[in-house]
């Protein structure tokens, strides 16, 4: 059973460029989670998605970045027209169901260079 | 979600058991204590969680004070690959947020 695949693993980006990072939940699992994790800080919420719907993006910048889960295919998250504050790196976690006393599996993220 | 207070570093030796602590006093009734680690430049791994009672998997033990405020991870062998970045988080079962804070450095030596 694989893991929370995620690519590309490294990008580089030019400033105004577009990011595009994939996240390909564990087999089953139906509950996407993105986190950003800024350079020497600890990893921060961004979104919650279920199979084409957002189910909270509380911590998303509201403009340039946006997310979504189709029925099918992976979780994209998208960053338009990156600035060098957006270099992070950017992990996907995954859950079968939203139920109690459940954990969270991560995948080993995007690591995004804006340059 | 409550929050926690972890020392900043700690180091242990190879073999030796390691025993993280967490404070969580503020803890509610409700929420659970999970634990998860960060090796260098990969994603964070799950390793073990509670409510009340004590519990233990491959990885390690999870001791919960009987008041619940505070907690010990407790890695019975540490080897080198154990060397990461160890969180505490507390949240109410079923909530979908792992709130990250600091969390402690070990560092194993040999």
């Known amino acids: 059973n694989a893991g929370v695949m995620q690519n590309p693993r490294h990008l580089v980006r030019r400033r105004g460029q577009e990011a595009r990072l994939r996240c390909s939940p564990m087999k089953g699992h139906s509950h996407v989670y993105w986190y950003r994790q800024l350079p020497e800080e600890g990893l921060k919420f961004m979104v919650y998605l279920q199979k084409e719907n957002i189910i909270d993006e509380s911590g998303m910048p509201k403009e340039r970045f946006s997310a979504e889960f189709p029925k099918e295919g992976p979780s994209i998250l998208r960053i338009q027209q990156v600035v060098r504050g957006d270099s992070a790196a950017y992990f996907c976690a995954s859950s079968p169901q939203q139920v109690e006393n459940t954990e969270a599996f991560f995948g080993q993220g995007t690591r995004l260079t804006v340059v | 979600d409550a929050k926690t207070t972890q020392p900043t570093s700690m180091d242990c030796a190879e073999g030796r058991a390691a025993n993280l602590p967490c404070n969580h006093s503020?803890?509610?009734?409700?929420?659970?204590v999970y634990w998860y680690r960060q090796i260098h430049s990969q994603g964070p791994q799950y390793i073990i969680h509670g409510l009340k009672n004590n519990e233990t998997n491959e990885m390690a033990s999870l001791i919960i004070t009987e008041d619940r405020k505070s907690s010990t991870l407790i890695l019975p062998h540490a080897t080198l690959r154990d060397t990461a970045v160890y969180y505490c988080i507390v949240r109410v079962g079923g909530d979908y947020k792992l709130s990250f804070g600091a969390g402690t450095t070990v560092t194993v030596r040999a």
């Open positions: 503020t803890i509610s009734g409700n929420e659970y």
